[in-house]
C-alpha cells in the first residue's frame, strides 16, 4: 500500500490531511486500499527523512524542513539516485518529494500553487476548465497560455510585488518570473531581497526597500505578501492606492498567511472598490494541493470536493 504524508514541525493542525482525504474522498488504489496521509511531525529532519524512506510513496515537506529537504535530494542526485528539475532549482527549496524509478524527485508546489492562483484570477473558472481538458498536469497549460496571452491582456510588460523573501517568497518570486511579470523583491532585511535578485540574473528581478512598500503596492499589478505579520501601511491604503498608475486591470493581491490574514476586511473592501481581486491563503494552499497530490499519486484530485472541505472549515 502506497502511503503519503507531510513531515515539518509543528504541523499538528496542517490543513493537509483533510485536502488530501477530500481530494480522493472514495477511490482506491491500485491495490484495493484507500488513500491516506499522515502527520509525521518530528523536529529532527534525518528522523523524518528515514521514515519517509521507509515507509512512504510519497510526502509534503513543510517549515523547517523545504531547504533541507532540497539539499539532500540535490546529494542523491549527484549519485545518480535524485531528480531535480525546472523551477525547483531555482527557488533552491521543496515541498514534496516523490519516489520514481530515477530516484526520489524533488518539486515545488508553493511555484505550482502560485501559477494556477494567479491565472485563475486573471481568467475565472479557467482552472476547472483546464483540469477537465489536461487533467493531472493542467497548471503546465496554464504557464504556457498565460503566457501566451501576456500582450493582449496588459498594455505593457505587468508588474509584480513579492513582499517577504523566505520559502514561499522566493517560490512567489520565480512564479511571478516565469509568467512573465517585471518583479520588485522586497524584504524586512533588504540584503536578502538582493541575494535573490543577484542569484537569478535571468529575472531581472529589483530589490526594494521595505520602507517604499507603499508606493511599489500603488505601482505594481500583482502583489504576492507572503509575511506573517501585517505592515502599519496596509491600514493606510485607500481605494485610489488599489488603483494603481495606468493599470489595465484590477490590482491583484495574493496572501500567504491563511490564518492570520495581514490584509483584513476593511482592506480588502478598499481593493473591491477599487476592482481588485484578493486571493486568500486558503485560495494558495488549495492550489497547492490540486497541483501537488497529482505528483503523488498520479491521479488528478477532486477539485468540487477540496473546496466544499475548505469552505466547511
Request: glycine share 8%.
Amino acid at each position: 500500500m502506497a502511503k503519503f504524508g507531510l513531515i515539518g514541525d509543528p504541523i499538528a493542525t496542517s490543513r493537509s490531511p483533510l485536502l488530501f482525504e477530500a481530494a480522493y474522498k472514495g477511490q482506491e488504489q491500485p491495490d484495493g486500499s484507500d488513500y491516506k496521509y499522515d502527520l509525521i511531525e518530528g523536529s529532527d529532519f534525518e528522523t523524518s527523512f528515514k521514515k519517509f524512506i521507509d515507509e512512504y510513496q510519497a510526502i509534503n515537506v513543510t517549515a523547517p524542513f523545504k531547504e533541507l529537504a532540497y539539499a539532500r535530494v540535490e546529494e542523491l542526485a549527484e549519485q545518480g539516485k535524485g531528480v531535480i528539475s525546472g523551477p525547483v532549482a531555482r527557488i533552491g527549496a521543496t515541498n514534496l518529494l516523490v519516489k520514481t524509478s530515477e530516484g526520489i524527485a524533488a518539486h515545488n508546489s508553493d511555484f505550482t500553487g502560485i501559477v494556477a492562483a494567479i491565472a485563475e484570477a486573471y481568467y475565472p473558472g479557467i482552472v476547472e476548465e483546464f483540469i477537465k481538458e489536461y487533467g493531472d498536469r493542467f497548471f503546465i497549460k496554464l504557464h504556457q497560455f498565460f503566457l501566451m496571452s501576456l500582450s493582449r491582456r496588459f498594455y505593457q510588460q505587468p508588474q509584480a510585488l513579492i513582499v517577504g523573501c523566505g520559502g514561499a517568497g522566493r517560490a512567489a518570486a520565480v512564479a511571478a518570473g516565469e509568467l512573465g511579470f517585471g518583479t520588485v523583491l522586497m524584504n524586512r532585511t533588504f540584503e536578502k531581497a538582493q541575494a535573490i535578485a543577484e542569484a537569478m540574473p535571468e529575472y531581472g528581478f529589483i530589490p526594494d526597500p521595505i520602507k517604499d512598500f507603499k508606493e511599489a503596492v500603488k505601482e505594481c499589478d500583482l502583489i504576492i505578501y507572503t509575511l506573517p505579520m501585517a505592515l502599519p501601511e496596509i491600514e493606510e491604503f485607500s481605494a485610489d492606492d488599489f488603483a494603481g498608475e495606468g493599470a489595465c486591470d484590477g490590482k491583484v493581491i495574493l496572501e500567504a498567511n491563511y490564518k492570520n490574514p495581514s490584509f483584513d476586511e476593511v482592506a480588502r473592501a478598499k481593493l473591491a472598490a477599487a476592482d481588485g481581486t484578493y486571493i486568500p491563503g486558503n485560495r494558495w494552499l488549495l492550489y497547492q494541493a490540486l497541483t501537488g497530490y497529482p505528483f503523488m499519486t498520479g491521479i488528478t484530485p477532486d477539485l468540487a470536493a477540496m473546496e466544499s472541505a475548505l469552505k466547511a472549515l
